[in-house]
């Protein structure tokens, strides 16, 4: 290191060298997600056509504790619409002629104009709810939403378990994307509450 910073061209050297590493690098990890993706497509469009295709379970929660009691988060994230305050959906409703409750189906449109249908497995309100997935129906989801009373309100505890493609890096790209989104809903929950009085159970 000496001699770099008594030699500015050595420097400059050092720090252009740096900088195309740096380069290859990124473009290496772009490259590896593009082939992860990749091999994730066709594992789901094997799965969906019938063909075996081998893959293995993925489970990850997160957590958030908000100042007020468990019905008030409860009825917050309820409702299918709420998914259009909390998540990217654009448009969200309960699918007619379903159930409240358990069999409740949810269906979210996002902006792209794609969608999804959840629906409630089991439920124990205030305090519990699990959902699947019905489509798409390569979406091998089932999630989880419990609520916990705590002396200082109630803490929100959201979990997942799903089948991803037995690839190399794929369940930690899945698990990280997963996470980040899931951290977004439970911070847009608090910053939703932010509002109302906080009522302790």
Same mark, same amino acid.
């Given at each position: 290191?000496?001699?770099?910073?008594?030699?500015?061209?050595?420097?400059?050297?050092?720090?252009?060298?740096?900088?195309?590493?740096?380069?290859?690098?990124?473009?290496?990890?772009?490259?590896?997600?593009?082939?992860?993706?990749?091999?994730?497509?066709?594992?789901?469009?094997?799965?969906?056509?019938?063909?075996?295709?081998?893959?293995? !379970?993925? @489970?990850? =929660?997160? $957590? +958030? *504790?908000?100042?007020?009691?468990?019905?008030?988060?409860?009825?917050?994230?309820? %409702?299918?619409?709420?998914?259009?305050?909390?998540?990217?959906?654009?448009?969200?409703?309960?699918?007619?002629?379903?159930?409240?409750?358990?069999?409740?189906?949810?269906?979210?449109?996002?902006?792209?104009?794609?969608?999804?249908?959840?629906?409630?497995?089991?439920?124990?309100?205030?305090?519990?709810?699990?959902?699947?997935?019905?489509?798409?129906?390569?979406?091998?989801?089932?999630? !989880?939403? @419990?609520? =916990?009373? $705590? +002396? *200082?309100?109630?803490?929100?505890?959201?979990?997942?378990?799903?089948?991803?493609? %037995?690839?190399?890096?794929?369940?930690?790209?899945?698990?990280?994307?997963?996470?980040?989104?899931?951290?977004?809903?439970?911070?847009?929950?608090?910053?939703?509450?932010?509002?109302?009085?906080?009522?302790?159970?």
């Amino acid at each position: 290191m000496a001699d770099a910073v008594g030699n500015p061209q050595l420097a400059f050297g050092l720090i252009a060298g740096l900088l195309v590493l740096l380069i290859v690098l990124s473009a290496a990890g772009l490259f590896f997600r593009f082939k992860i993706r990749q091999a994730a497509r066709q594992y789901h469009l094997a799965a969906s056509q019938g063909f075996p295709a081998p893959g293995r !379970t993925l @489970r990850a =929660e997160e $957590s +958030e *504790s908000y100042a007020c009691d468990a019905e008030t988060v409860w009825s917050l994230i309820r %409702a299918a619409e709420s998914a259009v305050l909390l998540e990217n959906a654009a448009r969200a409703y309960t699918e007619p002629g379903t159930p409240t409750g358990v069999g409740e189906q949810q269906t979210f449109i996002r902006a792209d104009g794609s969608a999804s249908t959840i629906e409630v497995v089991e439920e124990e309100a205030p305090y519990w709810a699990k959902t699947v997935f019905v489509a798409p129906s390569n979406a091998d989801m089932v999630q !989880t939403y @419990r609520i =916990e009373p $705590s +002396e *200082s309100g109630c803490t929100l505890r959201m979990g997942m378990t799903v089948t991803v493609p %037995a690839i190399p890096g794929y369940s930690r790209l899945y698990e990280k994307e997963w996470r980040k989104n899931t951290r977004c809903y439970l911070n847009r929950v608090k910053e939703n509450l932010a509002s109302e009085t906080p009522r302790h159970a």
